[in-house]
């Protein structure tokens, strides 16, 4: 019996053997399957982190790439802001006060202030591009006191954010040609001066920063410089500038100016001569259009000007530097002549302030001859006869690398060769911040 019955279980096992086979068979068919398609979604995602990586990679390639640009953009460009405020009081001015003026002849304060932010960029080895914007506010003391030689000459009116200058500047065979040209500021590049040149930092007058007996252009304006430095003894510059400095018929009212600079050591001792000729062309419409023969004649022909002057500065010593200048313009066409000024810059390590400055220079406007005849016959003012005189003296207290306070003197003397103009004393404080 029992025989009988592995028999028959041997049988139907036998008889059950291929469907348990073909369901285990499926069943891991289906397991390779969900194995499969786990596979290729490791492999979608593979391929995605690989892509992420490629594209953080070129990112990554790409920003390099772009601050490198940056960089190398940036290489050679300087920056520089510097900001100065003057406030000057009169002494002496209210007894003017019946000669006539456009503004009130009171003692009064008034003051200005004016910034300036210049970037310069290298352009190649030998390139220079640069651009100045600035803005300014108040009139100072000038109109108060209207004289030749000026004042403060770092006010300006009230002018928001301007561009004061924009040029580019190539230098060519070693260095010994540069020319420049853009919106310039001529006064930049002739009749300059060591110890009388900046009146931010050096006298405050206009006639001592420059020859009051040069007629530049009335502003910043479109310009071309040429200089020729051939050693450097020596440096021969022209330039021509448009009169009016407004971009409107380039050339009409041209002005011209070449210079010849020496400029000799002796031993550790710097030397700088500077001799210059300039022309400016007239119109019948321009103030100075007309001789002072021709306006007692009653006529309107016009009539150019031109003039020529020497700008000198010599250091005596490490500490003292001495400079003049000598201007003549055509007394035919200007009301005065003659223009001169002789001064000093004594450095402080005298009295142990060596970044300190102490400044005193002297000037005087000659009047002109043909001015005098027209003030007598035309205006019938004879008193108009003196020569203008200017005194300055300044003090610079050099606080630190950046900033400075410098007060300052003048005393001013037959304000525009009126022999009826008391002496004015003005006193002042300038605050200037460099960086």
Do not use: C
């Amino acid at each position: 019996m029992k025989k009988r019955f592995l028999i028959l279980f041997a049988t139907v096992m036998i008889a059950l053997a291929p469907n348990f086979s073909a369901n285990a068979q499926e069943k891991i068919e289906k397991e390779i399957e969900a194995l499969k398609d786990s596979v290729r979604q490791l492999e979608e995602k593979l391929k995605e982190q690989k892509l992420k990586a490629s594209q953080i990679e070129e990112g990554q390639k790409l920003f390099k790439d772009e601050l490198s640009s940056i960089v190398e953009a940036l290489k050679g460009i300087e920056i520089g802001f510097s900001a100065t405020g003057v406030a000057q009081g009169s002494i002496g001015n209210d007894k003017n006060k019946n000669i006539p003026s456009d503004r009130e002849r009171k003692d009064r304060v008034d003051g200005s202030i004016s910034a300036d932010l210049e970037i310069s960029k290298k352009i190649g080895d030998h390139g220079l591009a640069t651009v100045i914007l600035s803005g300014a506010h108040g009139e100072g003391i000038d109109p108060r006191i209207p004289s030749w030689w000026g004042i403060n000459d770092d006010s300006e009116g009230d002018k928001d954010v301007y561009l004061r200058e924009l040029w580019y500047e190539h230098k060519l065979f070693d260095d010994k040609l540069v020319f420049t040209i853009g919106k310039v500021d001529l006064t930049n590049y002739f009749d300059s001066n060591a110890a009388a040149n900046d009146e931010t930092a050096q006298f405050l007058s206009s006639g001592f920063v420059n020859s009051i007996a040069i007629e530049f252009p009335d502003d910043n304006g479109p310009g071309v410089k040429v200089q020729f430095i051939p050693m450097d003894l020596l440096d021969i510059s022209f330039a021509w500038g448009d009169g009016d400095a407004d971009w409107n018929e380039l050339g009409r009212r041209s002005f011209f100016i070449g210079e010849v600079g020496l400029h000799p050591k002796f031993g550790e001792l710097q030397g700088n001569y500077r001799l210059y000729s300039w022309f400016r062309e007239h119109k019948r419409d321009d103030d100075f259009g007309v001789s002072w023969k021709d306006r007692i004649r009653g006529k309107s022909k016009s009539k150019d000007g031109w003039g020529l002057g020497l700008s000198v500065d010599q250091a005596l010593n490490p500490n003292v530097t001495l400079f003049a200048r000598l201007g003549y313009q055509d007394k035919k066409a200007y009301e005065f002549d003659w223009a001169w000024s002789l001064g000093a810059e004594i450095k402080g390590d005298y009295w142990g302030r060596k970044d300190d400055i102490l400044g005193a220079a002297f000037g005087m406007a000659m009047i002109s001859g043909d001015y005098k005849d027209f003030k007598r016959i035309v205006d019938a003012e004879p008193w108009f006869k003196k020569n203008e005189s200017h005194l300055e003296i300044y003090y610079r207290f050099q606080l630190n690398k950046h900033i400075s306070i410098s007060p300052d003197l003048q005393i001013l003397w037959n304000a525009q060769g009126n022999g009826k103009f008391d002496p004015v004393t003005v006193i002042g404080l300038r605050g200037a911040i460099v960086f």
